[in-house]
């Protein structure tokens, strides 16, 4: 079928301030799901994962929640630099298991202003 | 430790040629994933291998191939280009073990260009 061009949801602020990327997902039964930072030029690099038996995550300035009951998670990143100015996906593998089949979703460009 | 790496980095090609892009995992992974990534679609499977096997698929056509080597190494080719083709491809690698998820780590990817 004819592609539409993506349209990346933006978040834009203001250096020092923190970020909230939210990311929902359909599958229930989905039990594993990792955040990806993808700055320009470069290939995604990992954030932080998060299982399904846990509601939250931290990691050095990000913290993942995970809220199984609406099927949502979203990625906190505390006092924010320029240097976390990049496109963020979250990303899940179909089926689970031990599969490297990943899904990502659509991201979202983090724009900081200094 | 060397990280993920990807040639070439950038490639040209007039639709109807083939083209086949290589991807050197991190030293000791021995799972090698393709990602197509393009504005329209965004970041999508290829495909996965482990150990010279293909054990993932994604929905591409046949065009879209790969194979991995006893190094690890690996490489997808794509016959009968198409404009559609352009796009960056990323190569991730990974332990691959069977218990559980394991981190993927990205290269820069090669951006082909079809022209």
């Known amino acids: 079928g004819e592609s539409v061009g993506l349209h990346l949801p933006t978040l834009s602020v203001q250096e020092g301030d923190n970020s909230i990327i939210n990311c929902a997902y359909s599958n229930s039964a989905s039990d594993y799901f990792i955040w990806y930072k993808q700055e320009s030029g470069k290939g995604p690099q990992f954030i932080i994962d998060?299982?399904?038996?846990?509601d939250k995550r931290q990691g050095q300035r990000v913290t993942v929640l995970l809220n199984k009951t609406v099927k949502h998670l979203s990625l906190q990143i505390a006092a924010t630099q320029p240097g976390d100015s990049a496109v963020y996906f979250c990303?899940?593998?179909?089926?689970?298991?031990?599969?490297?089949?990943?899904?990502f979703g659509t991201g979202t460009l983090l724009a900081v202003q200094p | 430790k060397a990280g993920v790496t990807q040639t070439p980095r950038y490639l040209i090609k007039t639709r109807g040629q083939q083209v086949t892009l290589s991807c050197s995992p991190i030293?000791?992974?021995?799972?090698v994933s393709w990602y197509q990534q393009t504005p329209g679609q965004g970041l999508q499977f290829l495909f996965e291998?482990?150990?010279?096997?293909?054990?993932n698929k994604g929905n591409f056509p046949g065009r879209f191939s790969g194979r991995q080597f006893s190094n690890s190494r690996s490489e997808m080719n794509v016959s009968t280009l198409e404009l559609g083709d352009s796009a960056l491809y990323l190569c991730?690698?990974?332990?691959?073990?069977?218990?559980?998820?394991?981190?993927?780590?990205f290269g820069p990817g090669t951006r082909l260009t079809v022209l």
């Open positions: 030293s000791g992974h021995r799972s």
């Open positions: 990303a899940e593998p179909l089926g689970g298991g031990a599969t490297n089949k990943l899904i």
């Open positions: 998060i299982r399904s038996n846990m």
């Open positions: 991730a690698s990974s332990l691959g073990s069977e218990a559980g998820q394991n981190e993927q780590f």
């Open positions: 291998y482990f150990s010279e096997t293909q054990r």
